[in-house]
């Protein structure tokens, strides 16, 4: 079953624009990942926000949390061109299961 | 070494075929997983193995037969696939497997293998 929706489906920008993504989830979490996927390639991990986090950040990525709202937001600041890919929030209940949305895909030109 | 290598990267086969995907870390994770993912979808869980056992099973069809040999070693065996098996297969660890609300469970994902089934 999937746990995120995301929003966004699709997002294409020009470079040195900022991209927003947004990710929402029905059940309490423990945390929450972003993953990036180069086309047809596997997933690299991003960042990871715990349930008792608002904000963190890495490089030129912000990551905030709202439990409140069951939701999460990805900026990526001052786009380039490479980080033209799909990104997909996972969010973490504990035990085994790491459930992922159904991605934005965006779209940097340059 | 933080990488997961999978093979092969492209994989044709037939309904008849037997085959096997392979997956291997040598990160010390004691977790490993197999997705499958359907073109512009996200990654399905399909397996996951805890110190070598068979952790969860998310009502896979036994067309698709995992196993592990030893902590660093995945394999996923394939036979009488169907035409709609067809899809990016994606291989990943982690430290833990999650038994514990302390964990993070971030995964390390190998470059996965293109299935075709014919």
């Known amino acids: 079953s999937q746990q995120g929706e995301e929003d966004p489906q699709a997002l294409s920008i020009q470079e040195g624009e900022n991209a927003t993504m947004n990710c929402s989830y029905k059940t309490s979490i423990n945390n929450l990942q972003w993953y990036r996927q180069n086309s047809g390639r596997g997933l690299v991990h991003l960042i990871l926000i715990r349930s008792n986090e608002r904000e963190k950040h890495s490089g030129r990525l912000r990551v905030t949390l709202d439990t409140s709202k069951k939701s999460s937001s990805l900026l990526i600041t001052a786009s380039r061109a490479a980080d033209t890919a799909s990104y997909f929030c996972?969010?973490?209940?504990?035990?085994?299961?790491?459930?992922f949305g159904a991605g934005t895909r965006l779209f940097v030109k340059a | 070494d933080t990488e997961v290598t999978q093979t092969p990267k492209h994989l044709v086969m037939g309904m008849t075929n037997k085959k096997s995907l392979k997956c291997e870390q040598h990160m010390g994770h004691r977790a490993m997983y197999w997705y499958k993912q359907k073109a512009k979808k996200p990654p399905e869980l399909m397996f996951v193995y805890s110190y070598e056992k068979l952790s969860i099973n998310e009502s896979v069809p036994s067309r698709f037969s995992p196993e592990c040999p030893n902590s660093s070693l995945l394999n996923l065996h394939l036979h009488a696939l169907q035409p709609e098996d067809s899809a990016l297969y994606l291989c990943?660890?982690?430290?833990?497997?999650?038994?514990?609300?302390?964990?993070?469970?971030?995964?390390?994902f190998g470059p996965g293998t293109r299935l075709t089934v014919l």
């Open positions: 996972a969010t973490y209940t504990g035990g085994f299961k790491t459930i």
């Open positions: 990943a660890s982690s430290h833990t497997a999650g038994t514990s609300g302390a964990t993070y469970n971030e995964q390390f």
